[in-house]
């Protein structure tokens, strides 16, 4: 049984298709790196999973619902958590405040409070610099730690499955190395299911699992990512060679 499964999900911006025809489906657990060159659809294929940019066709299945064309927070309160590129944090907020930001939407319904202050409290276990420095402004953080805290963010609200688009852009390696530690903690101690936007097939080579490559709007390769990452087929492909 698949926790989300796409089909022939395509996404258009005016006359762009950014997306055409992906199909695929991620078992409850998996972790699945989705990589590929500039401008490939990586983002808009996550925005279209998370409900940011609906889809202009296809049809998305997460957790027994169909989501397609849901609005993000429904999405969300399913279970399947997004933290966009960029790590937009409220900077002018502290950063419990900015964890708490993500519970809003449970607010009124039975025990919110008591489940967001467990939350936070793990959320904390899985990133003690956050706890540490619970009451700065999230601004003055620096970029590992921002991406500690909307990572952590994403968590609050208990989600099966966490999105992430890019979280090594701008890290120096041994701050992504950090950041992926706790990543594969997360996963082994909740069964939390991982779909990881990376432009690089580096990290997917190094953390193991499932590695996809996207090209063109389309999935072009899929399979194992130490074995996909090592062959020759990843190198043609990332680059086009051959084509045109
Ligand atoms: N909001 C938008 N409006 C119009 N075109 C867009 C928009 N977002 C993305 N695009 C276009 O859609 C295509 C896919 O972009 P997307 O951002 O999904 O790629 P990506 O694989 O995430 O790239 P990157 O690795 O640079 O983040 C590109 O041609 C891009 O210019
Ligand atoms: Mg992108």
Do not use: C
């Not at 409900?51 to 969300?76: M, N, S």
């Not at 994403?154 to 499955?161: E, G, H, I, K, V």
């Not at 852009?169 to 706790?182: C, F, H, K, M, S």
């Not at 909740?190 to 490559?213: D, F, H, P």
């Amino acid at each position: 049984m698949s926790l989300l499964a796409l089909s022939n999900i395509s996404v258009r911006y005016g006359r762009l298709t950014a997306v055409r025809g992906v199909t695929f489906t991620l078992a409850e657990g998996e972790i699945l790196f989705i990589t590929g060159p500039n401008g490939a659809g990586k983002s808009s294929l996550l925005r279209a999973i998370a409900g940011v940019t609906p889809p202009a066709g296809g049809r998305i299945d997460f957790a027994d619902h169909d989501i397609t064309g849901r609005a993000p927070e429904d999405i969300a309160r399913l279970g399947l958590s997004m933290v966009p590129e960029g790590r937009d944090v409220f900077g002018s907020l502290t950063i419990e405040e900015n964890l708490m930001v993500g519970t809003g939407m449970h607010s009124g319904t039975r025990g919110w409070r008591a489940r967001a202050a467990s939350e936070l409290e793990a959320v904390y276990a899985t990133f003690p610099i956050l706890k540490e420095r619970r009451h700065s402004q999230a601004g003055l953080l620096s970029g590992g730690q921002q991406q500690m805290l909307v990572i952590g963010r994403a968590l609050m609200t208990t989600p099966r499955l966490v999105a992430i688009d890019e979280p090594s852009l701008g890290l120096a390696p041994n701050i992504t190395d950090q950041v992926y530690e706790r990543l594969i903690a997360l996963r082994a101690e909740r069964k939390l299911t991982l779909l990881i936007v990376e432009q690089s097939s580096t990290r997917a080579m190094m953390v193991g699992g499932r590695m996809m490559l996207m090209r063109g709007g389309e999935i072009v390769l899929d399979g194992d990512a130490r074995a996909l990452g090592q062959s020759e087929a990843m190198q043609a492909a990332y680059f086009g060679y051959g084509e045109h």
